[in-house]
Nanobody, 122 residues
Framework: QVQLVESGGGLVQAGGSLRLSCAAS??????MGWFRQAPGKEREFVAA????????YYADSVKGRFTISRDNAENTAYLQMNSLKPEDTAVYYC?????????????????WGQGTQVTVSS
């Protein structure tokens, strides 16, 4: 049974940092990604990483501030978030893809975590 378990969300002041973790169990994946959804908005792509090549992708809004990485041994993906802004406030979701795809779209992913709240105060 596949499970994605996120952790690391919380409340932080603007300019601060948080690191999100997504521990995957049940199988290995082709890619893992992070999406976020703010109240009243669509779920949007944040970052993704292809597992074998470590190729990374970022939304323009987080480029230079967020870093996605992975630990093969732990089958875990991380999202290091620095220089956080109030507009980064959202529920952050981890997702995993089991086949070769674009990895930038929600439909590219087969499994989703339960989400973790990130709140950035001004």
């Amino acid at each position: 049974q596949v499970q994605l378990v996120e952790s690391g969300g919380g409340l932080v002041q603007a300019g601060g940092s948080l690191r999100l973790s997504c521990a995957a169990s049940g199988r290995t994946f082709y890619a893992m990604g992070w999406f976020r959804q703010a109240p009243g908005k669509e779920r949007e792509f944040v970052a993704a990483i292809r597992w074998s090549s470590s190729t990374t992708y970022y939304a323009d809004s987080v480029k230079g501030r967020f870093t996605i990485s992975r630990d093969n041994a732990e089958n875990t993906a991380y999202l290091q978030m620095n220089s956080l802004k109030p507009e980064d406030t959202a529920v952050y979701y981890c997702a995993a893809s089991q086949s070769v795809r674009v990895v930038l779209r929600r439909l590219d992913y087969d499994y989703w975590g339960q989400g973790t709240q990130v709140t950035v105060s001004s």
